[in-house]
């Protein structure tokens, strides 16, 4: 399975992705730059944290304007993994790929440390090796964490499934505890914590492979066949 990650002016945990990817994952993956208009040939895309454009506006907000996004787009409505994680999650929101949008942190603070998450949804193509209820340790870090979305959408969300994790503790504001979301058809997955920076014991949680091994899994059951 060969991965992408998008790099944009400002990104600060590409090269924290690529290495999830190719060093504890083991999968082929690449650097896509932000004014590149293609993915070809990338079975899964990967929008990574930071402070794109200076988080100028709001998060997210002039990244979603990248001559790569259209591709982005594309790549998401043909169902193709993307996952978007931290300034990625903001970008996605932007986008309209996902639904609501993220305010600051309550306290106005920049949280930078591991949390514990509740894994809610593990019928996903994310979270299928995890245990539905397990708490697993994945860090956060970021100033513009606090969810936020209308009742309807809140409601629409619980009823499909859509909240992957919450915290299991309030720690920056975020509705219903949200700390991660996917799209309706579920190819689409945002969340605050990085699991990128959780891929071995040295780093104080592997609990984060366990999510790239998710979609290579799913991915080899669609596309490898054993003869
Ligand atoms: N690590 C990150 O991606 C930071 C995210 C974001 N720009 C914030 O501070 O909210």
């Excluded at 929101?93 to 996902?98: D, T």
């Excluded at 193509?125 to 870090?141: D, H, L, N, Q």
């Excluded at 104080?204 to 799913?218: E, P």
Aim: glycine residues 10%; contains cysteine.
């Amino acid at each position: 399975m060969k991965f992408a990650v998008i790099v944009f002016p400002g990104s600060n945990c590409d090269s924290d992705m690529f290495f999830a990817i190719q060093d504890a994952l083991q999968e082929e993956v690449e650097y896509v730059r932000y004014d590149e208009t293609s993915l070809e040939g990338f079975d899964g895309v990967l929008l990574p944290g930071g402070f794109s454009y200076g988080d100028y506006l709001r998060s997210g907000a002039i990244a979603c304007f990248a001559p790569i996004m259209e591709a982005v787009k594309q790549f998401a409505i043909d169902g193709k993994p993307v996952l978007g994680v931290c300034n990625g999650f903001q970008m996605l929101l932007e986008l309209g790929l996902l639904p609501g949008a993220m305010k600051r942190n309550d306290g106005l603070k920049f949280i930078c440390r591991p949390v514990d998450l509740v894994v809610e949804n593990n019928q996903t193509m994310f979270t299928s090796s995890y245990e539905k209820g397990e708490v697993i340790s994945v860090p956060v870090a970021h100033g513009e964490g606090n969810y936020e979305c209308d009742e309807a959408t809140l409601a629409t969300l619980e009823e499909n499934n859509q909240v992957v994790f919450r915290y299991k503790e309030a720690i920056n504001g975020s509705k219903a505890n949200i700390a991660g979301i996917t799209n309706e058809q579920g190819n689409v997955l945002g969340m605050m914590p990085h699991p990128e920076r959780a891929v071995e014991k040295l780093l104080g949680s592997a609990d984060g492979l366990r999510l790239f091994q998710s979609i290579v899994r799913n991915w080899r059951e669609s596309h490898v066949t054993t003869s």
